[in-house]
């Protein structure tokens, strides 16, 4: 059986169109490709990397069963069969570890590789980095904007799948998210679940104060949702209920105007003494409407489709690309899609106050001040290290938000300095002469 | 071990703590549920049916293994993991075939089954559903606008993780794009693959004709990529290969100025007397774009990230909802969110012309005049007929498209008239008239 999230067929064709032709030119020689995006969305100050643990586990167990080889034999010659029955990905990662803060055209992962290796990852490489990394990014901006709000990822049906659905929970966890609403994501990354009830339940009962009754028997201390009816009558109902001795821990309010129901409900309840009772919104939320939510009794919201999709922009403008082979730098010049070639690392200065001020983009062999952000990961196939608790990234990431200067943590635009050393800049010059005079 | 994209776990929590308390409440009796699309986004004049088939699956596979129920026990008590221990799906589907053009509010499944069951399949049927669809309808766009030329899914490495990027590969072909990239995609569903080269096969070659050479003895008939330096350049080279007597079926265009590079391509190859080779374009490609490179010279386009994305609408705003309970009609009255009640039923009315001409929404207890657009597809938990071949599926929504109106197979705003039956809106009246006093 071929399992889809595992397999190498996981590919673009022209990886394997590529791979046979480098086997018949015998060019096995090394290959760097670098991952980074091109330029930051608009509504994006910076970026996070994630989804480097899945990439690793991809590249670590990568292989090829049976059904795999006999499809690929009815496309492609016996060589090349044979070059993949034994193949093993043998080559080296460097990368910013998960939760690194980035910006445009600083690579946040680089494979060293022979290069029918180092080409055959490349598609599923991009589809984990880009994704997980897009989630993370959008995810970090409510993060920033919520404070010390419960932020609970609701967004498995309009993810893109189940494997959108799984990362999208990982990634927003990674950013600073409480958890998910998603039971599987709880059970493969060990990361808190939350759930309250959904307006079916209320409907498929005769009345809304039995089902809610109903639902607090079976879950103390759970969150009943108010809104399906009538949002203030709903309120009430839980204030009854409560002076039944029934334990209720939140009310959740999915539709209408938030923040006037908040208030309201709030109102009723802390009348009714009921202070500690929470409230928690849904419905359609992203971090602007966050942000206008902030001055209303809220204490939490749950964020789906907005959040697993990068509503506002679903993908990166992001590229693998081949920054050297056999020792030479290469560099892509079409129009609009020009690359810095060559091995690259990232030296990030701060102020005295702990506050990030400047990056430097330069060559991997340069020694420039700061703290270099790309390390190694993997060296001939194999992990350096241990896989890293999420809960351990996660925690990381809240560091380097504090490393933020403030107007990058708002959601209006703000620059910020990523330098070409000067290096790099010759370098590039060079690889262009050699590339006029080599057409 | 957990199978990520079959097991039951891929659900919200919510599902759990509801079926606890139904099991609790012995709330067992049957439940109709709908899928259903509230609004359609601003840039689709109508919607696409699809992931029907992979709904079906997930429901007649659906079962608890060890590991699931080993997490489930530590969160839920033991009647609910002795309720699951042998669980499985037996309700029914009715549902709109794949392919089938639909509007707001018009069910495309239904699920009729006690109430635990139908309820805890919801998350991940509309994952599936929701997305599926959403790609399919974007794929329509182009198709329509592209008429008879090649259109073919690059969208891999930008989709959200591995499913997306096969049922991307799925949805468009089923809509009527001519393949996909993505190689396990064809592996899996038996549908056309296209696979070209990189340019970081030509830039690992000291020379781009020494690259273009290789790739075209490995594979005689193949597409060259010839922007990574200088297209025209590039054009000049093919000519070169092709007198030295090697096949070469086509060239790539992937940067700058389609429209202009395709010209001047096509002149420089004509006037060599190339005029077999066709022109192959890509690169940020959507719809639109499509529309204004018509009246050029390219003969197919690889699209990408818009399409496997739905970048313009990333997401659906669809909902399963429940319509019935015990033989009772229930109906969400949440601000902005009001929903029909009961089990519904689509009659589409045809012109003269065989013309779509207007749907009637109304109760499947109803006879309208029309096609019946919904009709059974499980019983009982168990599939009623054989899958139907995806190429038979694509051809189906290839006539749907005949039945299309002219001015909704444009890219601009078309409206279509979705008539409420009286029979509808009188069950509204009295399920709200009855919630009243149920308040």
Same sequence: chains 1, 2.
């Avoid at 493969?188 to 339940?201: D, E, I, Q, R, W």
């Avoid at 890293?388 to 300095?417: C, G, H, M, V, W």
Wanted: net charge negative; proline share 4%; aromatic share 8%.
């Amino acid at each position: 059986m071929i399992d889809p999230l595992a397999s190498p067929l996981l590919a673009d064709l022209y990886e394997y169109t590529m791979l046979q032709t480098y086997l018949e030119q015998n060019m096995e020689q090394t290959a760097v490709f670098e991952f980074f995006v091109r330029r930051l969305p608009e509504n994006r100050n910076f970026l996070v990397a994630a989804g480097l643990d899945q990439a690793l586990d991809f590249l670590q167990n990568m292989k090829y069963g049976e059904e795999e080889l006999a499809w690929l034999s009815m496309h492609f010659p016996a060589h090349v069969i044979e070059y993949l029955e034994n193949f093993r990905f043998t080559g080296d990662v460097h990368a910013m570890p998960e939760g690194t803060i980035f910006f445009r055209n600083e690579p946040i992962l680089r494979v060293t590789a022979p290069l029918p290796q180092a080409q055959l990852v490349e598609s599923r490489l991009m589809n984990l980095i880009n994704f997980e990394t897009l989630i993370a990014s959008k995810a970090a901006r409510s993060v920033l904007i919520a404070k010390d709000r419960l932020l609970v990822d609701f967004g498995l049906r309009r993810a893109h799948g189940a494997e959108a659905g799984m990362l999208a929970a990982r990634a927003s966890y990674l950013a600073g998210f409480s958890g998910t609403a998603t039971v599987l994501a709880g059970a493969l990354y060990a990361m808190p679940v939350f759930g309250t009830m959904a307006h079916s339940f209320v409907q498929a009962h005769e009345s809304e104060i039995a089902a809610f009754e109903h639902f607090a028997r079976s879950h103390p201390g759970s969150t009943l949702l108010i809104d399906t009816y009538d949002v203030e009558e709903a309120a009430k109902k839980v204030i009854a209920l409560s002076r039944k001795g029934l334990s209720i821990r939140s009310v959740r309010i999915d539709s209408g105007d938030l923040a006037r129901h908040a208030e309201n409900v709030r109102k009723i309840l802390d009348d009714a003494g009921l202070h500690e009772i929470s409230i928690f919104a849904s419905g359609s939320l992203d971090e602007t409407r966050l942000e206008d939510l902030l001055d209303s009794p809220i204490n939490g919201f749950g964020i789906g489709t907005s959040l697993v999709t990068s509503g506002d922009c679903p993908w990166l403008d992001c590229a693998y690309k081949l920054q050297e082979y056999a020792g030479r730098p290469c560099r892509k010049r079409s129009e609009g899609k020009a690359t810095w070639p060559g091995r690259k690392q990232v030296f990030r200065n701060f102020d005295s106050n702990g506050k990030m001020n400047g990056d430097v983009l330069t060559l991997d062999s340069d020694n420039q001040e700061g703290e270099a952000l790309i390390i190694p990961f993997m060296k001939e196939g194999k992990r350096l290290e241990e896989r890293i608790p999420l809960q351990e990234i996660r925690q990381k990431t809240l560091e380097n938000y504090e490393t933020l200067p403030d107007n990058l943590k708002r959601l209006e635009f703000a620059p910020y300095s990523v330098e070409i050393s000067d290096l790099l800049t010759e370098l590039a010059e060079s690889v262009d002469r050699r590339g006029i005079t080599s057409l």
